[in-house]
């Protein structure tokens, strides 16, 4: 039986007419485990109403006293020496992430609840019967930087034509998006504030299962500061949320829509995970999930450095899914499975000969059912690595070497 994972989301819904703008709605608070994504409609004839996957991903993939010692041993550093200050660290020789000080919960929750923020979002979206509504959805996030940096998940502002920001002291603010990557679920916004409170950076890799998590965000929407906690319960889990798939830590600490974006944190007050997914399922209870913060951070330098991750690989492909019948017979296919529907120019794919409508069985000897076989298979690769396809053409099985390139800052936004 397949899971049903969901991202921990919460998105609220008013009917606002175009001449009722100025006119106060009140809102109708709905708990839904995810938001609306954009309508994609981005290949020509060959995929027209198939939702598709540009797969050619790997995943970009950093501690701390308490209290008194934050206050007094906090530095601030700076990514390669250029850029925007980001991040708290401290000076200290051991970067354990263990609960070997047995700190205090409350302790902890009072020096880190003002880096987590309360994050409100609106889009206009139009209906089946043309009516236009406004679109509201509510997560959380988590500062990274003195003036004004805050990192969420992607899934919490996609769409959005308006952010708001609420400080831990209610302060509201504008904001900004500075960068998004779908494939990590991590988002970047700005904010035009000075001498906030930043997280101070754990270290997910030395991360235990049984180590204490304490889980701060905004739950419902309307529950900002809210704190769990519970434990590590697992690392390095691959979960497919909305076909993507990510790899994540496992917590028991009780997670809600509205959640997402929110701090996960250590026993040191350490962020070691940002807050992006739970179980949908009615009758499962303490499953949720979070992004390493070592993959979170990497990916918030790029975004805010560069606009998007750097070093990813590429395979250089856009594929779909032709997994049942009526899908099939759509597209004049007489075999299940995952096909090319585009090859980038320049692209190695393009350069090793592979072809629109090649249909892909095995990549580097592993069998290809669905798409995201395909975006699992790259990534643990490295630009420069050279993956082999087996594809089937015309009837026949070809095998094909592809050299993997970087993949563009086009290549990871969605697609309208």
Not at 53 to 73: D, E, I, N, P, Q
Not at 125 to 133: E, G, I, L
Not at 194 to 223: F, H, Q, R, Y
Not at 279 to 289: K, R, W
Request: hydrophobic share 40%; glycine share 12%.
């Amino acid at each position: 039986m397949d899971n049903k994972w969901e991202y921990d989301y919460t998105s609220l819904y008013r009917e606002q007419l175009p001449q009722d703008q100025n006119k106060e709605v009140p809102p109708v608070w709905e708990v839904a485990g995810k938001p609306v994504a954009p309508k994609k409609n981005w290949i020509k004839k060959v995929v027209a109403g198939v939702a598709a996957l540009a797969v050619c991903a790997g995943v970009g993939t950093a501690s701390g006293y308490f209290g008194y010692r934050l206050a007094a041993k906090n530095t601030v550093g700076t990514s390669n020496n250029v850029g925007p200050v980001l991040y708290q660290s401290v000076d200290r020789t051991s970067t354990s992430t263990g609960d070997s000080n047995g700190m205090d919960i409350s302790d902890v929750v009072s020096a880190v609840a003002s880096s987590v923020v309360e994050i409100t979002t609106e889009q206009m979206v139009t209906d089946s019967y043309f009516t236009q509504r406004v679109k509201s959805g509510a997560g959380s996030g988590v500062i990274i930087s003195q003036d004004g940096y805050v990192i969420t998940n992607n899934h919490v502002i996609a769409g959005a034509s308006h952010i708001v920001v609420t400080l831990h002291d209610k302060s509201k603010y504008d904001a900004t998006l500075i960068g998004t990557d779908p494939s990590t679920d991590v988002a970047v916004l700005k904010i035009d504030a000075t001498d906030l409170k930043a997280a101070v950076m754990g270290d997910s890799s030395k991360l235990a299962v049984g180590e204490t998590a304490i889980a701060i965000g905004n739950p419902l929407g309307s529950l900002g500061g809210t704190v769990t906690n519970g434990i590590i319960s697992a690392l390095d889990r691959d979960i497919t949320v909305e076909g993507q798939t990510m790899r994540l830590l496992q917590t028991n600490a009780a997670i809600s829509p509205g959640n997402s974006g929110g701090g996960l944190f250590n026993a040191n007050g350490e962020l070691i995970g940002v807050v992006n997914a739970k179980s949908g399922a009615t009758d499962s209870e303490g499953l949720g999930f979070a992004i390493p913060i070592n993959t979170a951070k990497k990916v918030a330098e790029d975004l805010i450095s560069a606009g998007y991750v750097t070093g990813r690989p590429a395979l250089g492909v856009t594929v779909i899914n032709v997994l049942d019948a009526q899908t099939a017979l759509r597209y004049g296919m007489t075999t299940l499975g995952v096909y090319i529907a585009e090859v980038n120019p320049g692209s190695g794919a393009e350069k090793a000969g592979v072809k629109v409508g090649d249909r892909i069985v095995i990549i580097d000897g592993k069998e290809v059912s669905q798409n995201s076989d395909v975006s699992n298979a790259m990534k643990d690769k490295k630009v420069g690595d050279v993956v082999n396809l087996q594809v089937a053409r015309e009837g026949k099985i070809i095998g094909i070497d592809v050299e993997l390139t970087e993949q563009s800052q086009a290549a990871q936004q969605p697609k309208d």
